[in-house]
């Protein structure tokens, strides 16, 4: 007998319209993976950037959508230890199937939650801190350098904003776009905080640092700024580990720019930097859970709500997650 369930349904490339709450089977496991009662479902931003096309997602649509959940273990494959089942536990799919009440995906990506962190805050806190944590420990910050954290209001730069200094930065300089977003900056950390709404801003950078040098910028914006910044780095021994490109291309230098300045890049991305991020999952969520990391959370919202969640993260309007929360009860 089938059973059916809500799930949210990408129903072409678009606008957040074609994510429709539907009803679909309900997923089975294959023989390597698990199956969960979703409790807490993450909006992320890449998933913004797949539902339009910008980015490949490499399975046609209609699809269920999503990439992460948290939940308890309703199912296991054949090979996979029974003992997991009734553990509350986060999972990453393949790519899709995570908007919905249940959730299949690979055992191997199955982690644990820790007593006393909730679903949500797990759910929000998993993808963005398990990203700051490898860039900090590829950063290697010797305890007394300048960084720069490029939007350190939310998302990665949010809790690369909160870690710097335990993890060895004595001067965190933060762009944040917007009032809002800049004194979020500061209350998480930072010491100082630029608008990057400002094209200019790049000088104000400078401005701030008054003749001192950044040590290490982690670059979330990419495009053509980046090359402005490498002026105001330590030569020989500044870094930029560039993992983002918020502006819409990564960072624009060549080696020659790098080279004649002696300074480094690190590309975090490819196969092997995101099963570093993978390896980081039980860390961030015992951060959470001991206190250490915060996480941040928008709003909890019904399954039905994800179209909202993707217009208003598309808007960069909100500072913390957008958490879906499916009732397979009701």
């Known amino acids: 007998m089938e059973f059916m369930m809500k799930a949210i349904v990408m129903t072409a490339t678009g606008g957040p319209e074609v994510l429709v709450l539907q009803e679909v089977p309900e997923p089975q496991p294959g023989p390597a993976d698990v199956v969960i009662r979703a409790e807490a479902i993450p909006v992320l931003f890449p998933e913004t950037k797949l539902r ?181 780095m330590t030569p020989l021994r500044g870094r930029m580990l560039s993992y983002g490109w918020l502006s819409g291309t990564p960072a624009q230098l060549s080696a020659t720019d790098l080279i004649t300045r002696g300074l480094t890049l690190t590309g975090c991305a490819g196969p092997t930097w995101l099963a570093r991020v993978a390896e980081a999952r039980p860390t961030t969520l015992t951060q959470a859970a001991t206190g250490t990391l915060t996480p941040s959370i928008e709003a909890v919202l019904p399954l039905d709500q994800a179209a909202h969640a993707h217009q208003q993260i598309e808007a960069r309007t909100p500072l913390g997650k957008y958490i879906l929360q499916p009732n397979p009860t009701d």
């Open 52 to 232: 339009s096309g910008e980015f490949p997602l490499g399975v046609e649509p209609p699809l269920v959508f999503g990439f992460q959940a948290v939940g308890v273990v309703t199912e296991v494959g054949a090979d996979v230890d029974p003992a997991l089942l009734g553990r509350r536990v986060a999972v990453a799919t393949m790519g899709f199937g995570a908007y919905a009440e249940y959730v299949s995906a690979p055992a191997d990506s199955v982690t644990p939650i820790p007593d006393g962190l909730s679903s949500v805050d797990a759910a929000a806190v998993l993808m963005s801190g398990s990203v700051a944590l490898p860039l900090l420990e590829t950063a290697a910050l010797t305890g007394t350098e300048t960084v720069l954290i490029e939007a350190a209001a939310t998302g990665i730069g949010s809790y690369l904003t909160q870690l710097a200094k335990e993890y060895g930065a004595a001067r965190i300089i933060a762009t944040a776009g917007g009032p809002a977003k800049i004194e979020q900056a500061r209350k998480l950390g930072a010491d100082e905080v630029i608008d990057h709404n400002n094209p200019d801003w790049p000088t104000h950078l400078r401005e701030t640092l008054s003749g001192t040098t950044l040590d290490v910028v982690f670059d979330a914006i990419g495009g053509p700024t980046a090359l402005d910044l490498l002026d105001t």
